[in-house]
């Protein structure tokens, strides 16, 4: 173990063995929280269930054309989090994030529910004293000024973090369901846009996805959060908040590959909910992205380090 503070080991490995740390750049954590889960709960057994699935996948990208085998992935274990209690849960994943971050670690999380991503980011922007840029692939803008009186549900999460974390740029993808007050913000607050899933039919996900790039810009750091409800619940029905009109794996992967490049400092892959997943088949999904940002970013430092950019 790397001796990042909080983490404790975790039932089982990512991919089913554990390599050299020293091989890796990739630093993997758990963080099975779902204390404010306002519909499906569950998601504390996402990071239990996304391992045991990625033990019995393959590792190849073909989109990325490599086997994400040659780039492995060091899981550190799982955050030991509070039921309970959102904030000491947060507080401690932001320790456990800013350590490996701190050692130039590209982190890795699988929640869980959306609310972890706050200290995650919490700990990144104290290691690299700056918030990164974010991606945030979702269904939902979770911009709730509160749910249900808490103002750190997962409902909340991305309110928060504009308010108390300011990253320079917020680009949503996939957005469909949402109160009003969050579509007022999302439209008027300057450095954050988003593309609906029904953009993404009407443009294709090239288009959508150079909206994108451009952006992000000049941003040094860029982060990644997965909600896995942004894809269609026929791809992914095991999530907290399932929305119909989401995206196809098959457009997910598309738009990944084409997003991600070598300023990719971390992402994770948050909401899955094993109690309503009874085939296994969003475990399946969840591993799968995992395998796929790995490999879209690790053919993204290649070309960088061959152009002299890394």
């Not at 085998?69 to 456990?96: C, F, K, M, N, Q």
């Not at 810009?217 to 619940?233: A, K, M, N, Q, T």
């Not at 969003?282 to 002299?308: N, P, Q």
Request: proline share 5%; with cysteine.
């Amino acid at each position: 173990m790397g001796g990042a503070p909080f983490i404790e080991e975790a039932p089982g490995t990512f991919g089913g063995y554990l390599p050299e740390r020293a091989r890796s750049i990739y630093s993997l954590v758990g963080v099975p929280f779902d204390s404010t889960s306002s519909y499906r709960s569950g998601q504390r057994w996402g990071p239990r269930a996304i391992r045991e699935a990625s033990a019995f996948i393959e590792f190849t990208s073909l989109h990325a054309g490599l086997d994400v085998e040659e780039v492995p992935i060091y899981d550190e274990g799982d955050v030991g989090v509070v039921h309970g209690d959102a904030r000491e849960t947060l507080r401690r994943v932001s320790a456990a994030t800013r350590a490996l971050a701190g050692e130039g670690r590209r982190l890795i999380v699988l929640g869980g529910e959306h609310t972890v991503t706050y200290g995650v980011l919490e700990g990144l922007a104290s290691a690299l004293g700056r918030t990164p840029c974010l991606v945030v692939l979702d269904a939902h803008f979770d911009l709730r000024g509160d749910y249900l009186g808490n103002p750190y549900s997962h409902a909340c999460v991305m309110r928060r973090v504009l308010e108390r974390l300011h990253p320079p740029r917020v680009y949503y993808v996939g957005v469909r369901g949402f109160a009003r007050e969050e579509l007022e913000l999302a439209s008027s607050r300057e450095g954050v846009a988003y593309s609906t899933s029904l953009d993404v039919e009407r443009l294709g996900e090239a288009n959508v996805a150079a909206r994108v790039k451009r952006f992000l810009g000049e941003c040094g750091s860029v982060y990644l959060s997965v909600d896995l409800d942004f894809l269609d619940p026929s791809q992914a029905p095991g999530v907290g908040n399932p929305e119909p009109g989401g995206l196809t794996f098959r457009e997910a992967l598309n738009l990944i590959h084409a997003i991600v490049d070598e300023r990719l400092v971390g992402f994770d892959v948050v909401e899955l909910a094993p109690p309503h997943d009874p085939a296994g088949l969003t475990a399946v999904v969840a591993a799968k992205l995992v395998v796929e940002v790995v490999a879209a970013h690790a053919r993204a430092l290649r070309r960088a380090r061959r152009r002299g950019g890394v």
